[in-house]
DNA sequence: CAATACTTGTTGACTAAACAACACATGTTG
DNA sequence: CAACATGTGTTGTTTAGTCAACAAGTATTG
């Protein structure tokens, strides 16, 4: 039960995911059980465990489901440059932590952190095979290492922002951790590799 | 393979149904192919065979449903006078007739006679199991003939109106229709009886 | 405190959907 | 005309989803 490509899977993760998302409207994920997920995803309340742990490792994965979303319609798919889309994914990843950030704010933090360490897992992801996909040459160690550096690095920013200065605009946030992180980035900006990696 | 209760049923359905109604939109049910039509549902070919006929059973039965999501949007649950809802049907059957006569008017003639018949079979279907429901004393064969005459009659007056007058509000031909059938219908406006009628 | 009612996570039998393969019809291109 | 492609409808096997029933944990209430 994990072969991605049969359209019963992805039909009823979705269903179980926009199911959540709708609940968590409403309610805290504490208040919302298995049962109502199940009954607003149309779907059998054994169906949930057959796809996931339990309701939590659901809200994990809608997590990342929602970060991806996030990412992709920021990316257009005309953006030939590759600087151009790093600066992209850098005001996704900071509007993502602001909106998360106001939808929980009478959560536990126990959640603020969960929500915040899954976007800087996914933000390295992301960068990670970004990397990867745009310069072969270097061995995968450093790749992970100067993947490590960016991604916490506008993680942090990003996070900073919206800790202390979100009512400002984020522009001159990412300008400058852009700019700080350039030196990096310069060997992975190749004009002409136009392929967004996929990320899992 | 027809218990209605099963929720993947149900779904599946659905989705065959939205699909076929999406396609609708941009081409001409000729022109669609079963392909596209399972394509659009994110289901396989072969299921829509498990449902239906073919893709023209499957275009009945779109009728069907919008027909009852015409009727059914237009009931508000708080009318609470019957002959309030029979209006409100005749009012639902005279802009279903219109809505489709424009959706369909490049269409073949025998589609345009398929969808009147199926906006009449339904019409009358949901007569009869309302008369039937507030009127427990008179014989089935009595009901039968009334429902059939009062059906056949806002069917008859309201596609007149869509292919004579349609620019005209049709509040006037509504008017008329149901002065003209009250005397059937007195027997059946009881004001107790609020529910309205399940209809297949 | 015990009785009661829910919620959780799991199991196994049953049913629907996915999928590839099939024969057959219809079309269209050289 | 034959060769080729494309759409139709059906079949058998495999896999996913449904459902009722289960034990165990956790509130709620008298």
Redesign the interface.
Known sequence: MSNHSD?RI??TRRLLLDALFDLLKTKDIKKINVQEIAKKA???RATLYDHYKDKYDLFEHLLVDLFHQKITQRLSPFDKVCSEKFRHIVVASFEFLQEMNLGCTEREPKFKSLIESKTQEQLFKLIYQMMKNNCSKKPDSEIEIEAAVVSWSIFGVGLHWVRNHNSKSPDEYVQKVLALVAHINEDYFVPEENKIAEFA
Chains 1, 2 share one sequence.
């Open positions: 359209p992805v039909r149309t779907l059998n």
